[in-house]
């Protein structure tokens, strides 16, 4: 059945929605005839409804190098989803930019120069539209995010992600804006209108411009934290949004997307438009300081808060000197350890998608799922787990783990002081809602303590390669929950660094594979993939503490056009020494793959039988060759399959080196080809430290998961 069909047969049924106008006055007697109609031709029928907002739709064109204006699009084939704010959600919307003064009077002739009327005109019109493409359909609120204060997929046309709220009272909320209870998935051939009561408007600030704002007017709720911020200096930092070199080269041509070329296989793929920065900050809220500390929030000092950290003997080895710019500063640890250089929405903490139970049509958290990423300032690890038990997403959370060979890896338990620190519905109304970053409350104490630390040495930590480099999540490249192109090209580092933290030679085509239902067998279901003549050099992350500790490398070896590369290590970028002999990710628990043939690889690869010391045993001898079979985390594949990584021969990993490892050190990884051929491909999934008292402990043997 077609699309028209379909819709044909939807309108009686929808009839009664569209006959409920958003004022309870509006006419609608004779305006409903059984035809297809567009988003602006509906709009334009109900302009006693959405008078102001067509106008606007007219005036308003689709960028700064096209005369084509937003109207036009949508009367022409599309899939747009459109918040359209109704004509007193657009009055309320002037009368609060003229109570801010921003405006002489609450109408349109109340603007001062033509730039800010422009760029209201462009805040209204770009926020209230999400544009589909040709290949995503439009969002009808049974689409929306399932998760309170989730993100959309999908940004909006100033390139925003919109949230989704749903308060206790049953209402739904688009960045605050009350969609009307009624009046919502009224379908056009090209979309679905979504009538709303207030303008979708997200502050066009930075959260550098917010905390110095609250720090200025000396607003209560985040005053403290602000002023901390403050005075680390990294109210510049935080006032980035956009790469503004990046974006030039982009529209000028010199970043170019991946085009074919003849010999080396696929070498095609979009680069990303932008290069976007992005910070998530978990602020101690007002109300905890004032309780801490005895006095009311807005009069406490900084050197309050560094007499309460000193009692509490928090950073000790830090210097206590008034250069609270360093690194080595105790406020300037204490502070640079609630910020992430990347903005992570409620449901982009702990990434969901293929760990053993887990189904996106369900969307809720299965058994123990974890990312970790380093933070701004002094380089350390932040935990984020949520599972079935967790209660939401915890900070730094250590439970108890059914981690045996034949248990569940749900959490059995947890002590008080290793609960974590739960994660708050984030600051997101009005002018905390800002482009480049997002709060979190918290109502007790985030610090990097010895006892966090310790705790993370002993368990291993494996991280997603991609949540190693912000860029992947500032630029909406990493896993999202719905189709795009298959590749996205990131430019070599001569052309334009794109990845802060990797070093991509010239002759390198380096791709991103979202992987969404396309089933393969990755950790989190994406990968990187680099062909030519490999030669990448990774930053790592820090190691929680000293010691000596493995560092892994996954290997998926499904395919005949996997390569062979020698890793170097250390932490002199320049000088990495060569690890090891060459790893080749041909090889597979049982074979090894190459144009020449199939050959036996050595590996030792052996499913698991019902006799567990059999099955530890295969293990040991793998080991003792340098390798381990798959993790029982997650799936072969796709969503909900039965079988999982550790029972599929194609998915091994690789010990590829063991060393001493110091936490105040930075450490570089440099993968280089040894095949004189460029149509191999390198294959990059997830990594894994793990320390000697994690592998080798002789009272609770490393689990398999």
């Not at 805040?123 to 209230?128: D, T």
């Not at 997101?428 to 970053?437: A, C, H, I, P, T």
Request: aromatic share 12%.
């Amino acid at each position: 059945m077609s699309y028209k069909t379909i819709f044909k047969l939807f309108l009686p049924l929808c009839a009664a929605c569209m006959m409920t106008g958003c004022q309870e006055n509006t006419d609608v007697s004779n305006r409903y005839v059984f035809r297809e109609y567009t988003i602006l031709d509906y709009l334009e029928q109900h302009a006693d409804t959405y008078g102001q907002y067509v106008k606007l739709l007219h005036q308003v064109p689709m960028s700064r190098v096209s005369r084509t204006s937003v109207a036009q699009i949508l009367s022409a084939r599309g899939n747009y989803t459109v918040f359209a704010p109704t004509d007193g959600a657009v009055q309320a919307y002037l009368d609060t930019l003229a109570a801010r003064n921003v405006i002489s009077q609450a109408s349109w002739s109340g603007f001062r120069d033509s730039t800010t009327l422009d760029s209201i005109r462009k805040v209204i019109v770009y926020n209230s539209i999400i544009d589909g493409g040709d290949d995503l359909r439009a969002y009808a609120t049974q689409d929306f995010p399932a998760d309170n204060m989730a993100e959309f997929p999908l940004a909006n046309m100033y390139d925003r992600k919109l949230i989704v709220e749903y308060p206790a009272d049953g209402t739904v909320r688009i960045n605050g804006a009350p969609i009307h209870e009624t009046n919502r998935d009224i379908p056009a051939i090209n979309g679905i209108i979504h009538c709303a009561t207030a303008v979708v408007a997200p502050s066009n600030n930075t959260l550098g411009y917010l905390l110095n704002a609250i720090v200025s007017g000396r607003q209560r709720g985040y005053y403290v934290a602000a002023m901390l911020a403050k005075a680390a200096g990294m109210l510049d930092t935080l006032s980035k949004y956009r790469d503004d070199v990046y974006e030039d080269l982009y529209e000028r041509g010199i970043v170019k997307d991946f085009a074919h070329t003849s010999g080396i296989g696929y070498t095609y793929g979009a680069v990303p438009e932008h290069r976007y920065y992005g910070y998530t900050f978990f602020a101690e809220t007002d109300d905890f300081w004032q309780a801490e500390i005895g006095k009311e929030a807005t009069s406490i000092t900084v050197e309050d808060v560094l007499d309460y950290l000193r009692r509490k003997n928090i950073y000790p080895d830090a210097t206590d000197d008034n250069n609270f710019r360093s690194e080595d500063n105790l406020l300037n640890q204490f502070v640079t350890y609630h910020f992430l250089p990347m903005r992570l929405a409620a449901n982009r903490l702990v990434l969901h998608w293929n760990e053993k139970g887990y189904t996106n049509s369900k969307h809720v958290p299965t058994v123990v799922q974890y990312d970790y990423y380093t933070t701004m300032g002094k380089r350390r690890l932040m935990k984020f787990l949520e599972s079935a038990e967790s209660d939401g997403v915890r900070i730094n959370r250590f439970p108890y783990i059914d981690n045996s060979r034949r248990g569940t890896y749900h959490e059995t338990g947890c002590d008080p002081d290793c609960a974590g620190i739960p994660v708050n519905t984030p600051e997101l109304n009005g002018e905390f809602n800002v482009r480049n970053g997002i709060v979190y409350p918290l109502d007790r104490l985030l610090v990097y303590t010895y006892d966090v630390r310790s705790r993370l040495q002993r368990e291993r930590i494996r991280w997603d390669i991609t949540a190693q480099f912000p860029e992947f999540m500032n630029n909406d490249l990493r896993l999202q929950y719905y189709y795009r192109p298959t590749r996205t090209g990131i430019p070599t580092s001569i052309v334009y660094p794109y990845l802060a933290d990797c070093w991509i030679a010239d002759d390198n085509y380096f791709f991103y594979y979202n992987g969404y239902n396309e089933g393969m067998k990755n950790y989190q279901g994406d990968e990187l993939n680099i062909r030519g003549n490999v030669d990448v050099t990774f930053r790592l992350p820090p190691v929680p503490a000293k010691g000596i500790y493995e560092l892994r490398f996954n290997i998926q070896s499904d395919g005949y056009n996997r390569g062979m590369v020698q890793f170097y290590w250390g932490d002199d970028r320049d000088r990495l020494a060569a690890m090891g002999i060459p790893m080749d990710i041909r090889m597979s628990g049982l074979e090894r793959r190459t144009t020449a043939g199939t050959f036996p690889s050595g590996v030792g690869w052996e499913a698991d039988t019902e006799d567990d010391d059999a099955n530890a045993e295969v293990d040991k001898k793998m080991r003792n060759k340098g390798f381990m079979k798959g993790a029982e985390l997650y799936c072969d594949g796709a969503q909900g399959l039965t079988v999982m990584a550790r029972a599929d021969p194609l998915i091994i990993r690789r010990v590829i080196l063991r060393e001493r490892m110091d936490p105040d050190k930075t450490y570089y990884l440099r993968f280089k080809t040894v095949l004189d051929d460029p149509t191999r491909e390198f294959y990059v999934d997830y990594l894994e430290y793990c320390a000697k008292e994690v592998y080798d402990n002789p009272e609770r043997p490393e689990d398999i998961w």
